[in-house]
């Protein structure tokens, strides 16, 4: 087994980590402090092709793989946790349904513009009523002559208001299943500025504050009868394959968050002198720094492992990544949140100041344990699978 | 309209330099980067291509690893790399350098040759030049601006204490300063498309009228005694005035003192 990233991989990762420090690191500190969307990073990236990295190259992508991708969300997180789930929630969320169940026409019309960058994407599957139970889904669209008539509203939507194109969820009906009646689901590719649809309450969040978190509220929306994304009634299959990708971005995001903060730690403990002596000179503080480090590695072996697999899956639609996804996710989030409090820690009184990016590091690690599928429904996924 | 980018890769002196014991840089301690005259040069190029259509080939001479700098160049938008690399070839100052890809340059077509102004490594802002005298094309350095008329070339170039504007007819050589411009991105297709791209790899026998007797460490007029950091000035001397008319007194005095009036 090789772990030596290929050339390709290496030249990536510099460019992402170049972007990152001279693009993406001066803003976050901003960004979070004003809960500011950095629509300036996201034309940056447009520009530079990040907005359609896994995509293939006649659908206006990059044509380079879901590793390639992974490590883009991650070398961003590490100095920002907003700009990681910004293009993890547009490359993984909104145009991978739609490059994945979309017919040609909607690839066209949606993948190319979404991959060059020039919309942004965004997915909505979650309600008030609705998290992990995505049965609880009340927003409804009825078919009405040649257009589907959406009413209800979704919560939490990541590139809320910012985006333009939105993968929707909504019950089209009811169907019998294994003897119970059961909440046919359905998926839509809704348009901003389409009459009927709205934005409601800005979300104000512990974390990620420049990610534009908001609710959607569809009254009686008339789409297209042609925006239907893949069979009626297989929605439910579409958004469970979708968290399988998304996941691989979040726990991409995670392991982002994870390493920024140990790399920032270990500067801090050189300077920091305490007692005559620099505190990493304290073996408590290589111990903590020890396990971080070596949890951070496993991570990263997992994420990395996932993002491989799902591209096994491209060119064999047989080989599942849920259960790689799903431990990616778990692992690297709780890592994510250890490490990060850690390093909170470890700076003392200055880690809970503002000025200090592990005071927002350990806020913006919070989520990945919880979007996307919490940890518990990690746990689920993976177990499923062993009990098999 | 065809453009050639000279590129070098130079170690990073970001972090400080490193030296061997013999007083040699020790190249392999230190991070390989492109040359960041030559990045701003190849950026003008790629400008070039954006704006007319300019096909844009880099070529750098050095170790099998140089062509590094030919793939991330090519992930920024050129179109072509070319690497001479050859034994024989090793050791060579300015003069074997310039001899050297002068010879390579006559095997292709060009309008445009863009070279940076001098390597982070060596500082001698002479290869340039010398290639445009060796191909006998006008040169001009220091290039702050360019722009780009019919078969004109019209140049804001860099001087002490003014700026000059120099018009010169295609062919020609220009060296470019950093501060030309904010070099772009490399974009991840960009990085695929270059690894897997095929780099033209030239020797000694690729190179056209040149002389053995030019190239290499034994065609270089140039010998190296010793090398070493720059030095660092001194803290300078600290004076506190009891008036605002001491200091000038003091001042005036300290400049006529050198001759400055």
Redesign the interface.
């Known amino acids: 087994m090789d772990f030596t990233l290929?050339?390709?991989h290496e030249?990536?990762r510099q460019?992402f980590k170049?972007?990152a420090e001279n693009e993406v690191k001066p803003l976050a500190q901003e960004i979070d402090e004003n809960h500011r969307f950095p629509r300036e990073t996201v034309d940056k990236m447009a520009k530079?092709?990040?907005m359609g990295?896994p995509v293939p190259?006649e659908y206006g992508?990059?044509?380079?793989d879901t590793l390639?991708y992974a490590m883009?969300v991650e070398e961003l997180s590490k100095v920002c946790g907003t700009t990681g789930v910004i293009v993890s929630a547009h490359t993984s969320l909104c145009i991978d349904p739609i490059f994945t169940f979309g017919t040609e026409e909607q690839k066209q019309k949606y993948v190319v513009p979404l991959a060059k960058g020039e919309k942004l994407g965004a997915f909505g599957l979650t309600e008030p009523g609705a998290g992990t139970d995505a049965q609880g889904q009340q927003t409804k669209a009825v078919l009405d002559g040649d257009e589907w008539v959406l009413n209800g509203s979704k919560c939490f939507i990541t590139n809320g208001k910012e985006a333009d194109i939105y993968v929707i969820f909504a019950v089209t009906g009811k169907i019998e299943k294994r003897g119970k009646m059961m909440k046919e689901i359905s998926a839509f590719i809704v348009e901003k500025g389409t009459p009927g649809f709205t934005f409601g309450t800005k979300e104000n969040k512990m974390g990620i504050c420049g990610s534009s978190t908001y609710e959607l509220i569809f009254t009686d929306c008339r789409i297209p009868k042609e925006n239907l994304l893949g069979q009626q009634g297989k929605g439910f299959n579409i958004a469970m394959h979708t968290l399988d990708g998304g996941r691989i971005g979040i726990a991409s995001q995670a392991l982002g968050l994870a390493e920024g903060a140990l790399e920032t730690t270990i500067n801090y403990v050189k300077e920091r002198k305490q007692f005559g002596k620099s505190i990493g000179a304290f073996q408590n503080t290589q111990f903590q720094l020890a396990d971080m480090a070596t949890k951070v590695e496993a991570a990263k072996l997992l994420v990395y492992k996932a993002a491989r697999k799902k591209d096994e899956y491209k060119s064999n639609p047989k080989v599942s990544y849920s259960f790689e996804a799903a431990q990616a996710k778990l692992y690297a989030a709780e890592v994510a949140m250890e490490v990060t409090t850690k390093a909170v820690q470890l700076h003392g009184g200055y880690g809970y100041i503002k000025e200090y990016d592990v005071e927002r590091m350990m806020r913006d690690a919070k989520i990945t344990e919880i979007y996307e599928g919490t940890s518990e429904v990690q746990r689920m996924v993976i177990s499923a699978t062993l009990l098999k | 309209m065809k453009v050639i980018v000279c590129i070098k890769q130079v170690p990073d002196t970001k972090g400080g330099v490193k030296f061997n014991p013999d007083g040699t840089l020790d190249r392999g301690a230190m991070l390989a980067i492109m040359n960041p005259d030559d990045k701003a040069g190849l950026e003008a190029a790629l400008r070039l291509k954006d704006q007319y259509g300019a096909e844009v080939t880099v070529l750098t001479m050095g170790l099998p690893k140089a062509a590094d700098v030919l793939r991330e160049a090519m992930a920024m938008g050129a179109d072509k790399g070319i690497l001479v690399t050859d034994r024989v070839l090793g050791g060579a100052d300015t003069w074997a350098t310039s001899t050297t890809i002068a010879g390579a340059i006559r095997n292709l077509e060009y309008d445009l040759i863009i070279t940076g102004r001098q390597a982070i490594d060596g500082d001698t802002a002479q290869v340039g030049p010398q290639i445009a005298e060796h191909l006998n094309i006008p040169v001009i350095s220091y290039a702050q601006e360019i722009k780009v008329n019919g078969d004109k070339v019209t140049v804001k170039r860099q001087y002490d204490d003014r700026y000059h504007m120099v018009e010169a007819k295609m062919p020609c050589l220009i060296t470019a300063l950093s501060e030309l411009n904010e070099p772009r991105y490399m974009t991840p297709g960009g990085i695929f498309d270059a690894v897997a791209a095929e780099i033209t790899t030239w020797g000694r026998a690729d190179l056209k009228d040149v002389d053995d007797s030019n190239l290499g460490l034994a065609g270089s007029p140039t010998k190296i005694a010793k090398a070493s950091d720059k030095v660092r000035k001194g803290a300078g001397e600290k004076v506190v005035p009891e008036s605002p008319e001491d200091a000038v007194k003091y001042i005036v005095g300290k400049l006529s003192e050198k001759h400055v009036i």
């Open positions: 290929p050339k390709e030249m990536a460019l170049d972007f530079y092709g990040f990295i190259k992508g990059q044509g380079c390639t883009c």
